[in-house]
């Protein structure tokens, strides 16, 4: 028997749960595909979004009600002749309607693969429907990417999945001649834990409903057997994804922005998924870049934590990180040493350098015709204060400043000090 996600498959737009921001009624690609309906002209276009969430039912009822001849092909199974005989269809009495290429996980082509599609796209000969759940942009060579309208598909809300939920539940019920119960705490439950996956909430469901016992008349899905079938699918994870990236994106924003609840809820995401060199790498950074120079001293103390939790892992890697992570959100924060870094950087990057100055350099003989032979450095230490005003960037960067004093106390009690330093003897 095919899998209830496959039987439960919306067959018109209006059955489709979720996607609102370009399914409803009005919405420009709603009224794109209606229209397309009844001209037969279908616009090339890739959706792109996590598994689950609608994709292929979506590009599945645009294709049926096209009235083109329908090739379906998979990028993970399908081979450039393949996609040559779908080609050959053109200009032929199967094809006199149009053909019209569904191609499902395309971020699998190759970029010869996808190169192959170009002419007919072009031409207007074939044309393709695409679904990825990679960043398209990554992933997709541009030139067909600039042919095709990028529509992004959005994961579902628990709203969402439980309407799907208790569609599936009626059905389910139909089919057995027995009615499924699925009460409210149960339903919420199944619809919180899938994650926005609607093929896996389903999957869950029909494997709850095959345990339930038969009760007078009924099968009911209590809580309990929800959270046994339901527990860990609510992480949504690849370490090469964009959930990665978004992950990790906002663990370190939260940190930066003195988030502690939003941080810890990232680590915890980061950690569940297995992925403790994010975890780490990123909490280090942060505490060099975000705190910095506002309390330095961090640093060391991160580390320590980062030590600790690389030397007992997982799960009581949780404890050292969580306190840095709070230690990290909660501290002063100052970024004064990353833009000094990076305008030096730019100014390097664009060739602004020239020769160190003599003063600098490791000694050596200047040469019998040099005017002002010597090294002419003067060591700091034999100075009041051990600092002397002398040249250290090169000429062409003469008098350029980088580093701006942070307003933390911590920068201003060195900026202090240093107004007094070189200031001496001027007042």
Not at 166 to 188: F, S
Not at 238 to 246: A, E, L, N, T
Not at 289 to 300: S, T
Not at 405 to 425: C, H, I, L, S
Request: one cysteine or more; charged letters at 20%.
């Amino acid at each position: 028997m095919e899998p209830l996600a496959q039987r439960l498959r919306p067959r018109t737009l209006a059955e489709v749960c979720g996607q609102r921001h370009l399914l409803a009624p009005g919405q420009v690609f709603r009224r794109t595909l209606e229209n397309a309906e009844k001209t037969g002209r279908i616009p090339n276009m890739i959706f792109y979004g996590p598994s689950g969430v609608g994709k292929t039912t979506v590009a599945g009822i645009i294709a049926e009600n096209s009235g083109m001849r329908l090739h379906k092909r998979n990028g993970t199974t399908a081979s450039t002749a393949d996609i040559k005989a779908v080609l050959a269809e053109v200009g032929t009495l199967p094809g006199a309607g149009g053909l019209l290429l569904y191609l499902d996980e395309i971020q699998y082509f190759n970029k010869r693969q996808q190169q192959s599609l170009l002419d007919c796209i072009e031409q207007g000969t074939v044309t393709l429907i695409a679904s990825t759940t990679e960043n398209p942009y990554f992933y997709i060579y541009n030139a067909l990417l600039s042919r095709c309208t990028v529509f992004e598909v959005k994961a579902l809300s628990p709203a969402d999945i439980a309407q799907g939920l208790q569609n599936a539940a009626a059905r389910l019920g139909q089919e057995d001649g027995v009615p499924v119960c699925l009460p409210p705490d149960a339903l919420q439950y199944l619809a919180e834990s899938a994650g926005g996956d609607m093929r896996k909430a389903l999957g869950n469901l029909e494997f709850a409903v095959a345990a339930a016992p038969q009760q007078d008349g009924a099968r009911t899905v209590t809580l309990a057997m929800a959270q046994q079938v339901g527990r860990r699918t609510a992480m949504r994870y690849d370490k090469q994804g964009d959930d990665h990236y978004d992950i990790v994106s906002a663990y370190q924003k939260s940190m930066r922005g003195s988030d502690p609840d939003a941080a810890l809820h990232y680590l915890a995401r980061l950690l569940e998924a297995g992925d403790l060199p994010s975890a780490c790498r990123r909490l280090m950074v942060t505490a060099c870049e975000d705190v910095g120079l506002a309390w330095p001293q961090i640093i060391p103390i991160v580390k320590a934590a980062v030590d600790a939790a690389n030397m007992v892992g997982l799960p009581e890697a949780a404890l050292p990180l969580a306190d840095a992570v709070v230690l990290v959100a909660t501290a002063p924060k100052s970024n004064s040493a990353h833009n000094a870094y990076y305008a030096a950087l730019a100014d390097v990057q664009a060739g602004k350098s020239g020769p160190v100055p003599r003063n600098l350099q490791n000694k050596h003989f200047d040469g019998a015709d040099a005017a002002d032979p010597g090294q002419h450095y003067l060591y700091a230490h034999d100075y009041p204060d051990h600092w002397v005003a002398q040249q250290y960037l090169p000429d062409a960067l003469r008098g350029r400043t980088y580093y701006t004093f942070g307003d933390n106390k911590t920068e201003q009690t060195a900026a202090a000090y240093w107004r007094r330093v070189k200031n001496r003897g001027k007042e």
